[in-house]
């Protein structure tokens, strides 16, 4: 029996989805957290990349700044973090090492969208009598909004993949059972817990672009 097959059976055994162990629980948590994360990098970055995007200055370096955490390893931040008084918030570490890493994504994609607008069209909007905030919301958001929501998307893929490492700080998610599998030296659990979070990842893509499909026009830049 290859590493696959065996994978394939640990997968469909019954006793391995149920109980708080099991697959069911593991990938609420994983999806749960993943969430979390989703949503305070949004309220971090698209707002400042939107107002800088409208602005025209100052993105260029916000966006640089944010890249640096492209450079610096998840898992870095993470024990960094463990060793410091945030260590002691229960997920907490996991949580600010996530969201510092779905960042970058969301604040470059914002920018990007916002100063790709047509000035022509920012122009008739300011003509017409438009007060800044009336351009961002009606005029220069809704054309930015594809780039946007990709930004989006990357960075919810992103974290489902690298959410794994709530594991090595003690949390839930699908990385505990790969590290279980290590654990008990059982690579077919090991490959499964890979498998899954590959799947639930091939998911998260696959319903941003069914949500994309289905999206008015003008949310799709008129695809």
Not at 57 to 72: D, E, M, P, Q, W
Not at 89 to 113: C, S
Request: net charge positive; glycine share 12%.
């Amino acid at each position: 029996m290859n590493t696959l097959t065996a994978a394939w059976h640990w997968l469909t055994d019954p006793a391995h989805w149920s109980g708080d162990d099991g697959i069911g629980h593991r990938l609420l948590q994983h999806l749960a957290l993943t969430v979390v994360c989703l949503v305070i990098s949004c309220v971090i970055a698209l707002p400042v990349a939107l107002v800088l995007g409208h602005l025209g200055k100052g993105g260029a370096l916000a966006v640089n700044l944010s890249n640096i955490g492209r450079a610096v390893p998840t898992f870095a931040v993470l024990v960094l973090l463990l060793l410091t008084p945030v260590g002691k918030w229960g997920e907490g570490p996991t949580v600010v090492a996530l969201v510092l890493f779905a960042v970058p994504p969301l604040l470059t994609n914002a920018y990007v969208g916002m100063r790709e607008v047509d000035r022509g069209v920012v122009q008739a909007a300011r003509g017409m009598g438009m007060t800044g905030r009336q351009m961002l919301l009606r005029v220069e958001l809704p054309l930015a909004l594809p780039l946007v929501m990709t930004g989006v998307r990357i960075a919810a893929v992103q974290l489902v993949a690298t959410a794994t490492i709530a594991a090595l700080a003690g949390g839930g998610g699908l990385g505990r059972i790969i590290t279980a599998g290590f654990n008990l030296a059982s690579t077919p659990q090991v490959v499964a817990g890979a498998l899954l979070v590959a799947l639930f990842a091939l998911v998260v893509e696959g319903v941003f672009e069914i949500a994309e499909r289905l999206a008015p026009s003008w949310a799709r830049g008129g695809r």
